[in-house]
């Protein structure tokens, strides 16, 4: 089991850009497959990006590759999402997820553990 925690939420503008990071408790963190997912007030919680343990296969939602990446520094015990050009139906709480495994997971039920979430808002 791993301890997620996100950090780097909050309030931006239309257009703006905005990074948010989860660190991973685990010592064996480059052994985790990571994914960022997020949930919009009255919405079900959808799938954003997911990377795989080594960092060089990703995945992205249909239409969020080319505004936001996720990456990652296994030294760190990190993993990022940069979101760039945002827009207020970005507005959600971010959550990082984590799953040991060589996959990429982009199914929500296949993470076993998960963070605490963090609020990006998107304003007009």
């Known amino acids: 089991q791993v301890e997620l925690v996100e950090s780097g939420g909050g309030l931006v503008q239309a257009g703006g850009s905005l990074r948010v990071s989860c660190a991973a408790s685990?010592?064996?963190?480059?052994?985790?497959?990571m994914g960022w997912f997020r949930q919009a007030p009255g919405k079900e919680r959808e799938f954003v990006a997911a990377?795989?343990?080594?960092?060089?296969?990703?995945y992205y939602a249909d239409g969020l590759k080319g505004r936001f990446t996720i990456s990652r520094d296994n030294a760190k015990n990190t993993v990022y999402l940069q979101m760039n050009s945002l827009k207020p139906e970005d507005t959600a709480v971010y959550y990082c997820a984590a799953k040991y495994s060589i996959l990429v997971i982009t199914n929500e039920y296949g993470y076993t553990d998960w963070g605490q979430g963090t609020q990006v808002t998107v304003s007009t």
């Open positions: 685990a010592r064996t963190f480059s052994g985790y497959a």
């Open positions: 990377i795989d343990r080594s960092g060089r296969t990703t």
